[in-house]
């Protein structure tokens, strides 16, 4: 995945040949560092991780934090003298969305009101100046000049990279956070669902086992909590989709080598429910990404099915990402059911990115103490 073709005609590099030519030579330079030395540009001097970009910058600290920060958050809010709103009046963000978004969009911007920032969007580039053909270095950098953190999606795989190298090449360098990037990582999904499985899973996650369905090649949620989930000890994974949606090679060698057993079922979700003791983790086909002429009908043999619901293991969990189309039951949508956490699993988000920012902005501690000293709490409804 690392092997991008900088070419594909995903960024504007510049108005000339020469000028691309240029600036991707001095990105290409920015990629020959390894993992570690990307990983710690993406942290600031103190060590703290500000630019959220890949599931394989998180280790099960950083996780724990935010999952406590996350617990904290939703009941202090809850006060009468509303304490988050105070943490970062003084902070702005840009939430620049290039692909379509309903959840992340809305998770992210209701964070951030949730903590007193001032917020804008840019959602629409036929109104910006990428539309008279300014790079994207240069709109980067122009969002960087008005705000103190950025959150982006893009449907090119490495404009996580991208957004970090001009962040690191320029002399105002804000935290930028991905809300996807192509089809390769969604990183604050992951640690979005990481929190609703250690919620469900009450914190028992070793030892579990999971099952990603659907398109588990295009789906970028997939591969970031896979490697998140990669962190534990004694984690099984079963990738069920056919072939042409099986997850690629890279992300598998990656779970391997963390000491995750992996299968790959291609036949269907028949059999599977009832091996699982973590989460089924349906995902919908991302046809987006489709070249013409694909068969697009879902595979019936992927579908959830409303007696899979009873055949998954306690304290299993059923969960999804959303936008869902045919790949669950229409059934279960009327099922109350404590298995099924699809859409607490999506207002987790809200909360879970307020964490996110707590944490980059270092106010994570006050939520903390803020919980630990207020003296009457109105309990959060469980899980
Ligand atoms: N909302 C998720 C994403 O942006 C899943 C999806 O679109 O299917 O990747």
């Known amino acids: 995945m690392n092997n991008y073709n900088l070419d594909d005609g995903l960024i504007n590099w510049g108005p000339t040949p020469e000028i691309a030519e240029y600036h991707q030579g001095m990105f290409r330079g920015f990629l020959a560092q390894s ?17 959220i970009l890949s599931a394989e910058h998180f280790d099960l600290t950083f996780l ?22 105070r943490l970062l009046r ?25 903590l007193g920032m001032r917020r804008e969007e840019l959602r629409d580039l036929s109104t910006s100046s990428a539309a008279k053909g300014e790079s994207d270095r240069d709109s980067l950098r122009t969002h960087s000049s008005y705000h103190d953190a950025l959150v982006f999606r893009n449907k090119c795989n490495y404009f996580d990279m991208f957004a970090l190298w001009t962040m690191q090449t320029s002399n105002r360098s804000i935290p930028v956070i991905s809300g996807g990037a192509g089809s390769k990582e969604h990183p604050t999904q992951a640690i979005l669902d990481y929190y609703t499985i250690r ?4 914190r028992q996650i070793d030892g579990k086992s999971f099952a990603f369905v659907g ?49 790959r079922t ?40 409303e007696p899979m619901l009873d055949q998954l293991q306690d304290p299993a969990v059923l969960m999804h990402p959303l936008p869902k189309r045919e790949e669950i039951d229409p059934r279960i949508d009327y099922r109350d059911d404590r298995k099924i956490m699809i859409w607490r699993q999506m207002r987790n988000g809200m909360w879970a990115r307020t964490a996110l920012f707590a944490h980059i902005f270092g106010v994570d501690d006050k939520i903390l103490e803020t919980y630990r000293t207020c003296e009457k709490v109105t309990a959060p409804k469980p899980l």
């Open 35 to 51: 993992p570690e030395q990307i990983k710690k540009a993406c942290c600031d001097e103190e060590g703290r991780l500000v630019h």
């Open 64 to 85: 724990e934090r935010i999952c406590e920060v996350t617990n904290a958050a939703r009941r202090i809010n809850k006060l009468p003298d509303a304490p988050l709103k």
């Open 90 to 114: 003084n902070k702005s963000v840009l939430n620049y969305f290039a692909q379509p978004s309903s959840r992340t969009f809305l998770s992210f911007s209701n964070a951030e009101s949730l």
């Open 199 to 202: 919620e469900s899973l009450d």
């Open 215 to 263: 398109d588990c090649l295009r789906g970028r949620t997939v591969r970031s909590l896979a490697k998140v989930l990669s962190l534990h000890q004694d984690i099984e994974i079963y990738f069920v989709a056919p072939d042409k949606y099986q997850i690629d090679q890279e992300t598998e060698a990656y779970l391997t080598q963390q000491g995750v057993r992996v299968t």
């Open 266 to 305: 291609t036949t269907g979700l028949e059999g599977i429910p009832e091996m699982i003791t973590g989460a089924v983790y349906m995902t919908r086909i991302q046809d987006e990404h489709d070249k013409d002429g694909e068969q697009k009908r879902y595979d019936p043999r992927f579908i959830f099915t």
